[in-house]
């Protein structure tokens, strides 16, 4: 059994997994703070990470109607992420492995994302093409193993949520801004403006959404008031989809030059319906099976990270007692693992 | 039964063994900004000094700073998870009263005030003024402030009628800004060790005849002081810094 704890951004999640199976997953969410200032401040988020981690703790305990004792691992998320809420995350998992006589399991917060994808009660397993979209983050990655991958792209500037939550601004929609701007796109034309997709090369995987936000910006500021009120579920739907192709196209040509006939969509961008319903038709359209976590899973939380470490070397006593975190770091390569 | 106290409101890093009043064990290091990886590693080694485990202790104390926002962070998780897994109790203590403490002993003839100074950075220190109390522990006179060191005078300048002893980080840091309230402050030396907060401070603050202090997850919480710096640090939701 499992205990993870996972603090990388805003949200303060806890979890305990038992054989791949959740028996709780708690997120407390910090949104309604970080809304009064249009964004996450760090010290903000830090701040409620230590206030809330061990009621969260206590909360994925009692909801899987264990106690510590019967825990045989603690994981817990130590890169990447916000460097203050990290720690707050690292500190308290490393204290209570130490305290209760446990070993303890570092994991990347990417990592996590991947193994959502194993989860019972429908484990899915490597080799597949993941494509990791959230807020933070932008990874295409071939998973090759349950502790191997390859990360074939990821983004040079803003994170695709990131992306969507930008252009939702400038439209005027309030923080957090992608889901509505989802919604207002729903009634819009998405081929009203074309706006450029970034490093638009079928040999490159990498991703760029500076350049679409910087058009939508220019068109908003030319197009005049009127016009932009006139056509705002247009404008709106013809960004989206400019985001969401790049995503589409280069997952499925990662497909191509890895061979690899086999794809995973995770983070919190995978609750857009555009990218679903884009995604599920290239891939049908190839004969590809394609699957998405439901959205609890896909978002950050800990039974990800707690999923991740069952396929992780776990650090035993003393060995932990020194663990730090760290703001950067992407995937670790390693070698495929045996199943815990 | 012994009492683990922590402190990691400055640069500094201490932990400290006690039962009651006595110190069984402390120590310590200049941590930087590597608390959380070198917290645990002190404690353990402290326990096997007293040849205790951490299942041995049966209460947490924590400083709860002013002091700087990561080293309090991870002293404070690090002292609510213990407690936590143990099941024992946890109390905040306040770092500024463990280094009034602390320097109480320096007091001089004439002297009857105590002023604490915690590196704030940005130029700015932590500071509340102390008065001997019952048992001779230090009470505060004042509020908790956050201010440059050349207006420590201002501050104080009505209330105060006697000499004051400054000490702490925050002195060693701006010892050439400092005030000096009207010529009545005193400096601690240098080299005097009695410029660290030392967490058997705190044993003693919560200790029988102590300082006034509570229990419980709720008093084991940073004193910020400061408010959040929202202006310079917003990112946008789940931004985060390896990306830029
Ligand atoms: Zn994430």
Redesign the interface.
């Known amino acids: 059994m499992i205990l993870a704890i996972e603090t990388s951004c805003d949200d303060t999640c806890a979890a305990v997994l038992e054989d791949g199976k959740l028996l709780s997953n708690v997120v407390s969410s910090q949104d309604e703070f970080h809304a009064r200032y249009g964004g996450v401040v760090p010290e903000v988020a830090s701040r409620q990470h230590l206030r809330l981690v061990n009621s969260v703790v206590a909360e994925a305990l009692s909801g899987a109607s264990v106690d510590l004792g019967r825990i045989k691992l603690v994981a817990v998320t130590t890169s990447p992420g916000l460097i203050g809420a990290l720690l707050v995350g690292v500190a308290t998992a490393k204290s209570l492995a130490y305290a209760s006589g446990k070993e303890l399991v570092a994991v990347n917060h990417l990592e996590g994302h991947i193994a959502a994808n194993y989860l019972e009660p429908d484990p899915f397993a490597p080799p597949f093409i993941c494509l990791v979209a959230s807020g933070g983050h932008t990874s295409l990655v071939h998973v090759t193993g349950h502790r191997s991958h390859q990360v074939l792209g990821r983004t040079l500037d803003d994170a695709a949520g990131e992306a969507l939550d930008k252009g939702a601004r400038l439209l005027g929609l309030s923080y957090p801004g992608g889901a509505e701007l989802d919604r207002l796109a729903a009634d819009g034309d998405s081929s009203f403006i074309s706006f450029p997709v970034g490093l638009d090369r079928p040999d490159n995987l990498d991703f760029s959404f500076s350049g679409v936000k910087t058009a939508l910006y220019y068109y908003l500021r030319d197009a005049g008031a009127e016009q932009v009120k006139r056509s705002r579920a247009h404008i709106a739907a013809s960004y989206q989809s400019a985001v969401v192709n790049a995503l589409v196209k280069k997952t499925m040509a990662a497909t191509r030059t890895r061979g690899c006939r086999r794809v995973c969509l995770s983070g919190g961008v995978s609750a857009n319906s555009e990218l679903r319903r884009r995604l599920a038709a290239a891939c049908e359209g190839q004969g590809i099976p394609l699957r998405i976590p439901p959205p609890d899973l896909c978002t950050d939380n800990a039974g990800m990270i707690a999923s991740a470490a069952r396929f992780l070397p776990s650090l035993s006593f003393p060995a932990y007692l020194s663990l730090g975190a760290t703001a950067s770091g992407g995937l670790p390569d390693g070698g495929d693992g045996n199943h815990r | 039964m012994p009492t683990l106290a922590i402190d990691t409101a400055t640069e500094t890093l201490s932990v400290a063994l006690g039962e009651g009043n006595h110190i069984l064990a402390d120590g310590g290091m200049k941590a930087g900004r590597?608390h959380?990886?070198?917290?645990?590693?002190e404690i353990?080694l402290l326990l096997g000094r007293c040849s205790l485990r951490?299942?041995d202790v049966d209460h947490i104390v924590v400083g709860t700073g002013p002091g700087t926002?990561?080293g309090l962070?991870?002293g404070?998780?690090?002292?609510?998870?213990?407690a936590?897994?143990?099941d024992i109790p946890i109390s905040g203590s306040s770092s500024l009263q463990a280094l009034a403490l602390r320097m109480a002993p320096a007091l001089a003839e004439g002297e009857d005030g105590l002023l604490p100074l915690i590196d704030a950075r940005r130029g700015q220190v932590f500071t509340r003024l102390y008065r001997l109390g019952d048992g001779d522990i230090p009470e505060p006179a004042s509020d908790i402030a956050c201010l440059g060191p050349e207006h420590i005078g201002r501050l104080w300048a009505t209330e105060v009628t006697g000499r004051l002893l400054a000490g702490g980080d925050g002195a060693l840091a701006y010892h050439q800004r400092l005030d000096d309230v009207g010529g009545r402050l005193r400096l601690l030396a240098a080299d005097d060790p009695r410029n660290i907060i030392n967490a058997s401070c705190h044993i003693r603050l919560t200790g029988p005849g102590g300082a006034e202090h509570h229990q419980g997850?709720d008093t084991a919480?940073?004193v910020?002081i400061r408010e959040?710096?929202?202006d310079r640090?917003?990112?946008?939701?789940?931004?985060?810094?390896?990306?830029?």
């Open positions: 590597a959380l990886e070198l917290l645990l590693p353990e951490i299942r926002f990561s962070r991870v404070i998780s690090t002292g609510r998870a213990l936590q897994a143990l997850m919480l940073p910020y959040p710096d929202a640090t917003i990112l946008l939701r789940k931004r985060l810094p390896w990306l830029t």
